[in-house]
């Protein structure tokens, strides 16, 4: 099974920027549909974005689409977040998870891996 160690977190001021990293190890990565999830404080995880195993297809929540960008390397075995234009509501624990299977989900039950998370604070 695929491990995750996602990277990147931290403190940033409402409209910069952060870019979120998560390196697999133990499995064939590219096997994997590749998404990254937050839980903000006092709330439930939810879906940010997905990427397909090439990394030509992705999708995002509507809260993000046009701000954070999701890509893949394969050959390092990496899955990035780029998070454009952070916005206070922004804040919470982002993590990484990963996905066997022949379609895409947004739904956390339908991912089998996942990583400790990394904390991104907004501030205001």
């Known amino acids: 099974q695929v491990q995750l160690v996602e990277s990147g977190g931290g403190l940033v001021q409402a409209g910069g920027s952060l870019r979120l990293s998560c390196a697999a190890s133990r499995g064939t990565f590219s096997n994997y549909y590749m998404g990254w999830f937050r839980r903000a404080p006092g709330k439930e995880r939810e879906f940010v974005s997905v990427?397909?195993?090439?990394?030509?297809?992705?999708l995002y929540a509507d809260s993000v689409k046009g701000r954070f960008t999701i890509s893949r390397d394969n050959a390092k075995n990496i899955v990035y977040l780029q998070m454009n234009s952070l916005k206070a509501e922004d804040t919470g624990n982002y993590y990484c998870?990963?996905?066997?299977?022949?379609?895409?989900?947004?739904?956390?039950?339908?991912?089998?891996?996942w990583g400790q998370g990394t904390q991104v604070t907004v501030s205001s």
């Open positions: 998870a990963a996905r066997a299977g022949v379609y895409w989900s947004e739904y956390e039950r339908d991912f089998g891996s």
């Open positions: 990427i397909s195993h090439g990394g030509g297809s992705t």
